[in-house]
């Protein structure tokens, strides 16, 4: 295996604390989770221009694959949203672009499958009007190793470096939700750039490498019961039926509240799935923070 980095304080990734976990009084209950949280995980990082492996390393944990295109449910009622500008346009190098949300000051957060084996060649930025003002530079990109595996779809995530400073941007804080949420029917919110809508039955395109279209569809959390499968748990991904299409994979799945006059997003899962006309995402928990919040072993210089 080759050496982990050793990063100067320049390069660490601010540790964003419990007040994350806290917010919206989402909070973890260590129960179906035992397994992953008790294990070290592996990822592999790639430079983002070259789709190249360069390193690999363990982050100690805090404390077969399936279609990965997403479903319009019944009428399609998303609606163009410009006001969510921590949402990010990601181009590579395959017909199909991609969403993915900033989470820190250069890092952002996607589906593995948007950039396995892919080039990178540009992640757009936009304002609340629709107006591009970035176009970031990415430097990596990390995924788990057991993506690569037969356990592909928990582990269904990812992050790019980019080497400019994305923190005016953030506007998504990362939640972990209780076993029990998705008994909740609580209300539920994908943005992205979907490659296309569907208005009276006709696939119309909305997004290619050079237009551009920011698109919110607002559901509710479901419980599905998913075939049961040894290589992960009904409770690793959470279920929803906000409308979706190709391009979706990689943007937030989150919950919006509002409190003492101002609104918060909390991500609750990336976006990348569905199953049985029912979409679902990767479900944040303690791993995934760590990852994204607390991981040493980014690079973006």
Not at 9 to 14: D, E, G, I, Q, T
Not at 20 to 30: F, K, Q, R, V, W
Not at 106 to 117: E, K, R
Not at 241 to 265: F, Q, R, V, W
Request: proline letters at 4%.
């Amino acid at each position: 295996m080759s050496k982990i980095k050793t990063l100067n304080a320049k390069r660490l990734v601010a540790v964003f604390t419990a007040m994350l976990i806290t917010i919206l009084s989402l909070s973890y209950t260590n129960n179906n989770h035992a397994d992953a949280l008790n294990s070290n995980v592996k990822y592999y990082v790639y430079d983002a221009k070259t789709a190249e492996k360069i390193d690999e390393y363990f982050l100690s944990p805090l404390p077969y694959s399936l279609n990965t295109r997403n479903s319009v449910i019944g009428n399609d009622e998303r609606v163009i949203d410009w006001t969510k500008s921590g949402v990010v346009k990601i181009i590579k190098s395959d017909p199909y672009n991609g969403s993915g949300f900033v989470v820190s000051d250069h890092v952002i957060a996607t589906a593995a499958h948007c950039v396995s084996s892919k080039k990178i060649s540009e992640i757009l930025l936009f304002d609340n009007n629709g107006k591009q003002v970035m176009s970031a530079t990415p430097v990596e990109y990390h995924i788990p190793s057991n993506y690569l595996g037969p356990a592909a779809l928990t582990y269904d995530y990812a992050l790019i470096s980019v080497k400019e400073d994305l923190s005016a941007y953030a506007c998504f804080d990362l939640g972990v939700t209780l076993d029990s949420f998705p008994d909740t029917g609580s209300t539920i919110s994908v943005t992205g750039f979907p490659n296309e809508i569907i208005k009276n039955g006709k696939k119309i395109p909305v997004n290619t490498n050079t237009q551009h279209m920011m698109y919110t569809g607002n559901g509710t959390v479901k419980r599905t019961n998913y075939p049961q499968n040894s290589f992960f748990n009904v409770s690793d991904l959470i279920y929803y039926d906000c409308d979706m299409s190709n391009g979706n994979s990689g943007g937030p799945a989150y919950i919006t509240e509002s409190l003492n006059g101002k609104t918060y997003y909390t991500v609750i899962a990336i976006n990348a799935h569905t199953y049985d006309n029912v979409n679902n995402g990767v479900r944040i928990n303690t791993n995934l923070i760590n990852f994204y919040k607390a991981n040493q072993c980014i690079l973006w210089e």
